[in-house]
């Protein structure tokens, strides 16, 4: 039995963005009935050298689309990262699901062996087949962001549990 890389990718990405929206939500919600300023959970970090809870969403859902696109073959869309609150994440997260849903399978033939090349920083490049990019980068890179911003919600006393992180 073999899997595609359409399968291994979007419907992934696609649960676990909407786990995240969900969790966002109920953090706005905790916000505002415990009466504390919504910066305070937007500018939240686990320790002074991490990125802000707002910086988690935005590379999340960067890795969401960014891993999608380069499978599928399209262009990486780009988005300014200039979310300040909830409403501007939930904002984020939609554009970024509403891209993925736009691709379809048939995209995604040949995915597993296409070569992703990248550029974090010049001049570092990175190659992999499509397959090492999802598995051994993309995946890992996507889950760490949104398992910290489930973290700082968390820690920041937001009552959510492994369901919400799930999206189940």
């Known amino acids: 039995m073999t899997i595609s890389m359409y399968n291994a990718s979007v ?3 696609k649960q676990m963005l909407a ?9 706005e919600v905790h916000s505002k009935e415990k009466k ?3 910066a305070v959970f937007l500018q939240a970090r686990l320790y002074p050298d991490m990125l802000p809870l707002v910086r988690q969403v935005q590379i999340a859902a960067d890795f969401a689309k960014g891993v ?3 499978l599928a073959n399209v262009e990486v869309p780009t988005h300014e990262d200039n979310e300040q609150s909830f ?3 939930q904002a984020r997260i939609s554009s970024t699901l509403a891209f993925i849903e736009s691709l379809n399978q048939a995209q995604f033939e040949g995915a597993a062996a296409r070569e992703v090349i990248l550029r974090p920083g010049t001049p570092k490049e990175k190659k992999f087949t499509g397959l090492a990019y999802l598995c051994s980068y993309g995946l890992p890179q996507f889950f760490f962001h949104v398992t910290t911003t489930y973290a700082i919600l ?3 006393g937001v ?3 492994k369901g919400d992180f799930m999206g189940l």
Do not use: Q, T
Request: proline share 7%; net charge neutral; aromatic share 4%.
């Open 87 to 89: 409403a501007d994440l």
């Open 36 to 38: 504390i300023d919504p």
């Open 68 to 70: 999608s696109a380069r």
């Open 159 to 161: 009552e959510i549990g």
């Open 154 to 156: 968390r820690h920041n």
């Open 11 to 13: 419907p992934v990405f």
């Open 19 to 27: 786990s995240m929206s969900h969790v966002l939500a109920k953090a």
